[in-house]
């Protein structure tokens, strides 16, 4: 037996013995056994980084805001690859992460989720809204229906590269109404707040449509490691 045909063949007996073994989404290593997709030291760090009901973005727009996790770590690896890896999968979990974490800032209810919106042609090129896929998954187990609310009508610059005020005129007019807010309690959701330009510019627009308040609900919260209550 070659040396090839020999690793492929152990390689092969050891998937029927450890089934389980996978790649871990937080690191990256295929030494651990995946819970929830992570090892059991990525289970470990990402509940240290747990945030709960944090402070929103600066400029008064929401009336709370709640964070799963501090970004980085196990939560910037299930980030990344739920959005540039395609695991779509990721997001069920990610969603109860967030649902369990709304409790703490919303108490009475809301009416609806609103996923930050992808303009169109990224849209296309990405095939999902990563976004949309964790409002849903958190709506789900918040009993709230999902609404499309806002549309994107400017392919934004990535946001990621430019400084504090850049990105602020960056998102001047980047969202639009799709649909009636007037009097609405809407929790927008994205799957991290960095700044908040992002998370301001939708606020503003659904506010400026009519909307009683708006709650901001993201998986992880990046920047300001004291944003979390
Ligand atoms: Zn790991």
């Known amino acids: 037996m070659s040396a090839g045909l020999f690793n492929r063949v152990s390689d092969a007996l050891?998937?029927?013995i450890y089934p389980r073994r996978?790649?871990?989404m937080g690191c990256g290593s295929r030494t651990g056994f995946p819970r929830d997709w992570l090892c059991e030291d990525c289970r470990q760090a990402l509940s240290s980084r747990w945030v709960g009901a944090g402070r929103p973005p600066e400029g008064g727009?929401?009336?709370?805001a709640a964070y799963a996790?501090?970004?980085g770590g196990p939560a910037g690896g299930l980030v990344r690859n739920l959005k540039y890896q395609g695991v779509t999968r990721l997001a069920a979990g990610m969603g109860r992460s967030m649902a369990s974490?709304?409790?703490?800032?919303?108490?009475t209810g809301a009416d609806c989720v609103a996923p930050v919106p992808m303009h169109p042609k990224r849209l296309r090129e990405r095939g999902f809204n990563h976004a949309a896929l964790l409002a849903r998954a958190a709506g789900d187990r918040l009993e709230l229906p999902m609404a499309d609310a806002?549309?994107?009508?400017?392919?934004t610059r990535q946001q990621a590269r430019l400084p504090d005020d850049a990105r602020r005129a960056n998102?001047?007019?980047?969202?639009?109404?799709?649909?009636d807010v007037k009097g609405k309690r809407i929790v927008l959701v994205d799957d991290v707040?960095?700044?908040g330009a992002t998370a301001n510019a939708c606020a503003k627009t659904l506010l400026d449509g009519g909307a009683e308040a708006v709650y901001l609900l993201c998986y992880a919260v990046a920047g300001e490691e004291n944003r979390g209550a």
């Open 14 to 16: 050891l998937g029927l």
């Open 22 to 24: 996978a790649t871990c």
């Open 61 to 64: 727009l929401f009336k709370g």
């Open 69 to 71: 996790y501090h970004y």
């Open 101 to 107: 974490v709304f409790a703490l800032i919303q108490p």
């Open 150 to 155: 806002l549309k994107r009508v400017r392919n």
């Open 171 to 179: 998102m001047a007019g980047a969202f639009e109404l799709q649909m």
């Open 193 to 195: 707040c960095t700044t």
